[in-house]
């Protein structure tokens, strides 16, 4: 039989997470505090970790660091009140195998409890501190949490990412969150909005182009990709992209290789590729107005944003945040938002 310790302030959490992990067929250990937590994990090693962040005698969080140094082959899972892209983050980058914001579903914590056992931990990295004031990502409800967990989940490594959701739903702000939180952070973001180039630019927008490569280009221009090289790339509006041009792309995206426009030297990029959209590829693919195995390509790791109507519950904090923005802006700007 499995062992899970439950590590929470709340007598009532502990006692129902105990409760329906016991249905499930596992032997559960309860601590309130991280001195409980010291002597339970001293005195047996439980095969899943649950914990809160917040405790009695400190941050959850940072004790799931030390926790995972000494058992790397334990798995952890965080649950949290404080239900921001911060808390996200910080717990995929401490070792925690899951993330799962308060209130969560008995029926979604035993399901992370299975893969935890089937699975195993995430690698440790170090903490992130105050992501939240660098990077706007604002909302606390379900639907946001589960883009959290996704960025969270893929900001230490090079996974292409693509982005759906309407216009205005923050693809862009996503986007430099993952850069930003991630390793290549140090280096350029570029983006570039294939709906705002002409047709016959676009390739040159991408790649370069030589002097005298048409009419008008009198001197070398490095594309976006070069702009991009150790950084990451966003292609936004990548649905508006047109044919030929999503031809080259895909051939870019195989070989990490290509030739500006009017040249010969093959060129090589190391480029983190994000793209974006408001459309729907999959029936672009249908339909023949887009490239099935550039989709594919581009669809590693979908994120789905959702629409504030669809997340009413951010309302109030997304007002919060853009007022006390504009208050620190000064009284002009303040005015402008009344």
């Known amino acids: 039989m499995s062992t899970v310790l439950v590590v929470d302030d709340d007598a009532a959490i502990r006692t129902v997470v105990a409760q329906a992990l016991r249905r499930a067929g596992h032997e559960v250990t309860v601590a309130d505090s991280l001195a409980q937590l010291e002597r339970a994990l001293a005195a047996s090693l439980p095969d899943v970790l649950i914990t809160d962040v ?10 799931v660091r030390s926790v995972a140094a000494r058992f790397p082959l334990l798995p952890i899972i965080v649950l949290s009140a404080q239900n921001t892209l911060t808390t996200a983050v910080r717990a995929a980058e401490v070792g925690a195998y899951e993330y799962l914001p308060k209130p969560f579903d008995l029926d979604v914590l035993t399901r992370a409890v299975a893969g935890a056992l089937a699975r195993g931990g995430m690698v440790s ?15 606390r409800s379900a639907a946001m949490q589960d883009v959290y967990r996704i960025i969270a989940r893929v900001v230490s490594n090079d996974l292409t990412v693509l982005i ?82 999503q031809t080259r792309l895909l051939r870019v995206l195989q ?26 590829l999959a029936s672009q693919v249908a339909t023949g107005q887009f490239r099935e195995d550039l989709f594919y ?25 853009f007022l006390d923005h504009a208050a620190a802006q000064g009284p002009s700007a303040a005015s402008a938002c009344q």
Not at 54 to 63: E, M, V, W, Y
Not at 201 to 213: N, P, S, V
Request: net charge negative.
């Open 125 to 139: 990295e170090d903490a992130l501190h105050d992501a939240d004031r660098a990077l706007p990502l604002i909302g």
């Open 297 to 321: 390509r581009l669809n590693v790791v979908p994120i789905t944003l959702p629409p504030l109507r669809e997340r009413r519950q951010d309302i109030a904090l997304l007002a919060r945040h």
């Open 164 to 245: 759906s959701g309407e216009s205005g739903t923050g693809k862009e702000l996503v986007a430099r969150a993952i850069h930003d939180l991630g390793p290549r952070s140090a280096a350029p973001f570029v983006a570039i909005n294939m709906a705002a180039i002409p047709r016959e630019l676009i390739e040159a927008e991408l790649f370069g182009h030589e002097r005298g490569a048409f009419t008008g280009a009198a001197v070398r221009n490095a594309g976006r990709f070069e702009q991009a090289s150790g950084g990451t790339l966003f292609l936004d509006e990548i649905g508006d992209m047109p044919m030929e041009a």
């Open 54 to 63: 917040i405790l009695p005698d400190g941050d959850g969080i940072d004790h």
């Open 255 to 280: 070989s990490g290789e290509f030739t500006s426009v009017g040249g010969a030297r093959t060129i090589r990029v190391d480029v983190r590729i994000v793209a974006a959209t408001n459309r729907d």
